[in-house]
């Protein structure tokens, strides 16, 4: 609001069904708060790509490595974090990836070469 002129902004309660914003004060500080929440909005959008895979929470340690280095290194090469299941979740074999679409591909793909070459490794 102070980056435009002081505008008003006013969102939505939460837990309302309403995605209306509502954004007052003189003409052009309006149009550059607009646009600022829609470029806020586009890059929120393309930074909360998502996708799931699984794997035997026996694995998982395995997956991270020691230290996390293993998946320090899946982010790097890929920019997509990773989320393992904590233990109060009720699906123990779920793995989140999220970032842009492009590195939680990659990140799948790693991570999928890496679970198959475990489970190969233990028969």
């Known amino acids: 609001m102070d980056e435009c002129g002081g505008v008003s902004i006013k969102f ?6 309403s995605d209306k914003v ?3 004060g003189p003409k052009d500080d309006v149009e550059k708060a607009k646009k ?4 806020l909005l586009n890059e929120k959008e393309t930074n909360s790509y998502t996708l799931e895979i699984r794997a035997k929470s026996q694995h998982h ?8 280095a293993n998946i320090k290194k899946v ?3 890929t920019g997509a974090r990773v989320v393992f299941p904590t233990p109060s979740d009720e699906d123990k074999e779920l793995i989140t990836i999220i970032g842009k679409k ?3 591909e990659a990140a799948k793909q790693e991570l999928l070469k890496a679970i198959k070459d475990l489970v190969r490794r233990v028969l």
């Open 102 to 104: 492009e590195g939680v």
């Open 12 to 17: 939505p309660p939460e837990g309302s069904n």
């Open 75 to 77: 982010r790097e090469n």
């Open 61 to 68: 340690r395995f997956l991270i490595g020691r230290g996390g």
């Open 36 to 39: 600022q929440l829609l470029d």
């Open 22 to 24: 509502l954004i007052r």
